[in-house]
Structure formats: structure tokens, C-alpha cells
């Protein structure tokens, strides 16, 4: 009987606290040695955005400027 709960339960998880977040974040060498996987993910986002990536910032900057400058009603 396969239980996923059970399995799930069972992935060893770590919290991380602020500052070894805020280390991660920073790029810093030594925290990322001892992140593991999430040290790659970090790693593979902090690499510049690619052209097809950007492709629709202009609209979305737009709509954002559009929606922050109307006024809400009373």
C-alpha cells in the first residue's frame, strides 16, 4: 500500500533562518556549498534574463503604471 503522506513525510526538510537566506540570496560562496539543491536553483536564477524572457515587460510595466495611477473609488 503506497501512502503519499507517508512519503512526503518522510523528505528530510530544513528551515532556513533570515540570515542564511539573506546569505544565499547575497550569493555568498559559503552558503551555497552547504544548500544542496536549492543552491543550484538560486544559482541557475541569478544568471541574466534572456531576450524571449523580457519579450513582454514593456506591456506589463505598462499595465502596472496604468493600474498605480487610477485613483480608487471612495
Do not use: K, Q, W, Y
Amino acid at each position: 500500500m503506497h501512502d503519499e503522506r507517508r512519503h512526503e513525510m518522510s523528505i528530510p526538510t530544513r528551515r532556513l533562518d533570515r540570515d542564511t537566506a539573506d546569505l544565499l540570496l547575497d550569493g555568498d560562496s559559503n552558503a551555497l556549498n552547504r544548500a544542496g539543491r536549492l543552491a543550484a536553483l538560486l544559482r541557475a536564477l541569478c544568471g541574466p534574463a534572456r531576450p524571449h524572457e523580457l519579450a513582454g515587460e514593456p506591456a506589463a510595466v505598462a499595465a502596472f503604471l496604468a493600474r498605480l495611477t487610477r485613483r480608487r473609488p471612495p
